[in-house]
């Protein structure tokens, strides 16, 4: 994972599987780069991300209501169609916004 700041929005670069095996990594350091950096957007990174669990999607989940509780907003870019495709059925495409490979040239560089 790679962390950047920018004022009140922190960008994170994922890769690889965000699975039961890193969740409460991913929790953790999610956790204490915004309580450390007080950030209020989160946006999160998938060009790289191979595969997506219930357990990923339980941390992504916690995190927007988090934010949202503080008027924050989750946004996942760089997402390939099999990610496209849990995050719709998991329900996450319709409380955030979500940006396919595709769109890949309007995602933030890091």
Same mark, same amino acid.
Do not use: W
């Given at each position: 994972m790679?962390?950047?700041?920018? #004022?009140?929005?922190?960008?994170?670069?994922i890769?690889?599987? +965000?699975? %039961?095996?890193v &969740?409460?990594?991913?929790?953790?350091?999610?956790?204490?780069? %915004?309580?450390? #950096?007080? &950030?209020r957007?989160?946006?999160?990174?998938?060009?790289?991300?191979?595969f997506?669990?219930?357990?990923?999607l339980?941390?992504? +989940?916690?995190r927007y #209501?988090r +934010?949202?509780?503080?008027?924050g907003?989750?946004q996942?870019?760089?997402?390939?169609?099999?990610? &496209?495709k849990? %995050?719709? %059925?998991?329900g996450?495409?319709?409380i955030m916004?979500?940006?396919?490979?595709?769109?890949?040239?309007s995602?933030?560089?890091?």
């Amino acid at each position: 994972m790679h962390f950047d700041v920018e #004022k009140d929005k922190l960008y994170v670069k994922i890769t690889g599987e +965000l699975d %039961l095996s890193v &969740a409460e990594n991913f929790r953790s350091e999610l956790d204490c780069m %915004l309580n450390n #950096k007080q &950030a209020r957007h989160l946006i999160l990174d998938f060009t790289d991300v191979t595969f997506i669990d219930s357990s990923g999607l339980g941390v992504i +989940l916690g995190r927007y #209501k988090r +934010l949202a509780e503080i008027g924050g907003t989750v946004q996942i870019c760089g997402v390939n169609g099999q990610i &496209a495709k849990i %995050l719709e %059925l998991s329900g996450l495409s319709r409380i955030m916004e979500i940006r396919h490979q595709t769109d890949i040239q309007s995602t933030p560089s890091m």
